[in-house]
């Protein structure tokens, strides 16, 4: 089966500007994540989505980031204005999980943001 | 609040030593636990977990036992390939919240 989709693969920009990632979940998965992974660190919840209503986005920076998910499939996270600090991989997961236990997300290979 | 500690590396054996990495946890009530690696050039990948205290999960040779009197998940391997050079997460889910990540290990097997 296909894996999750994300694109871009790479992104620099400089800071004050803004930026969209996009992701396309595996086929059928309700449950749809939003990480960033600084380097050096572990991926760190941004947002979580359960078909298109949203979870938890209590790490979510709502002054800057936004995040959605219309139909319940494909999702697409933008920052404006990016900071340096914003400087991260963008990783999006899925999972079929229903119940919420969390129990095997499968993740994309991500997006690299650099902020100059 | 919930968390995972795992062992700094990077961490550099040679092919077939055996290898450990320590994860330890604070959660209340009963959480699960994980192991994802992410393997160079490629997103992360589930490779084994536990859901209750006493279980061990396994996978590829790797293995794992959630012991609840030692908040800990440490992952072990009998002997590494070049092949399991990687970097590998530790993690939790409590009440149905979102996976928690700890910082990653990475790791470093030499011919």
């Known amino acids: 089966e296909a894996g999750v989709a994300q694109s871009p693969r790479y992104k620099i920009i400089e800071k004050r500007q803004s930026v969209a990632f996009w992701c396309n979940p595996i086929?059928?998965?309700?449950?749809l994540y939003w990480y960033q992974q600084i380097l050096g660190q572990g991926p760190k919840l941004l947002i979580q989505?359960?078909?298109?209503?949203?979870?938890?986005d209590s790490q979510l920076p709502k002054d800057r980031f936004s995040a959605e998910r219309l139909k319940g499939v494909d999702s697409t996270l933008k920052i404006q204005p990016a900071k340096l600090e914003d400087s991260a991989v963008y990783l999006c997961?899925?999972?079929?999980?229903?119940?919420?236990?969390?129990?095997?997300?499968?993740f994309g290979s991500g997006t690299q943001l650099s902020v100059l | 609040g919930n968390s995972v500690t795992q062992m700094e590396g990077p961490v550099t054996l040679s092919e077939e030593a055996f290898l450990t990495i320590n994860c330890t946890y604070t959660?209340?009530?009963?959480?699960?636990l994980f192991w994802y690696v992410q393997y160079p050039g490629e997103g992360l990948q589930l490779l084994l977990k536990a859901t209750k205290a006493d279980d061990k999960g396994s996978n590829k040779g790797f293995e794992a036992t959630y012991r609840k009197e030692t908040t800990s998940f440490h992952l072990e391997k009998g002997s590494v390939q070049v092949s399991d050079s990687a970097v590998y997460f530790c993690?939790?889910?409590?009440?149905?919240?979102?996976?928690?990540f700890g910082k990653g290990t990475s790791l470093l097997v030499t011919p």
């Open positions: 993690a939790l889910s409590n009440s149905g919240y979102a996976l928690n």
């Open positions: 959660a209340t009530g009963y959480p699960s």
């Open positions: 997961a899925s999972s079929a999980d229903r119940t919420g236990r969390n129990e095997k997300l499968f």
């Open positions: 086929s059928g998965h309700a449950t």
């Open positions: 989505f359960q078909n298109n209503g949203v979870v938890d």
